[in-house]
Nanobody, 122 residues
């Protein structure tokens, strides 16, 4: 599985962005998927996950209520709608595919995209 993330950019506080992650190779719809992010000097952070069939969404407290994860298996695409962006959302955002069974921690993602930069100015 190869993943290609896109949609990042430079925005202002309060703006919205939608990230996309297109998969190629084996059918993406068989994998659970997630978005992670890594800010400068910080560890990579899980922010949102979605089960393979789209039923079941999971969010970190830092983005709950502002971000929405979704997927279109027919298009092999994962999305992250980000609203009410804050400067602390500035990071490189990565999509990932694998197995996710909350409440177990999200550690079994085997395939990763290259990341897309999101910068939120104050």
């Amino acid at each position: 599985v190869q993943l290609q993330a896109s949609g990042g950019g430079l925005v202002q506080t309060g703006d919205s962005l939608r990230l996309s992650c297109v998969g190629s190779g084996p059918i993406l719809g068989t994998y659970d998927m997630a978005w992670f992010r890594q800010a400068p000097g910080k560890e990579r952070e899980f922010i949102a996950g979605i089960k393979w069939d789209g039923i079941g969404e999971y969010y970190s407290e830092s983005v709950k209520g502002r971000f929405t994860i979704s997927r279109n298996n027919a298009r092999n695409t994962l999305y992250l709608q980000m609203n009410s962006l804050k400067p602390e959302d500035t990071a490189i955002y990565y999509c990932a595919a694998g197995d996710y069974s909350p409440p177990s921690p999200p550690t079994d993602f085997r395939f990763w995209g290259q990341g897309t930069q999101v910068t939120v100015s104050s």
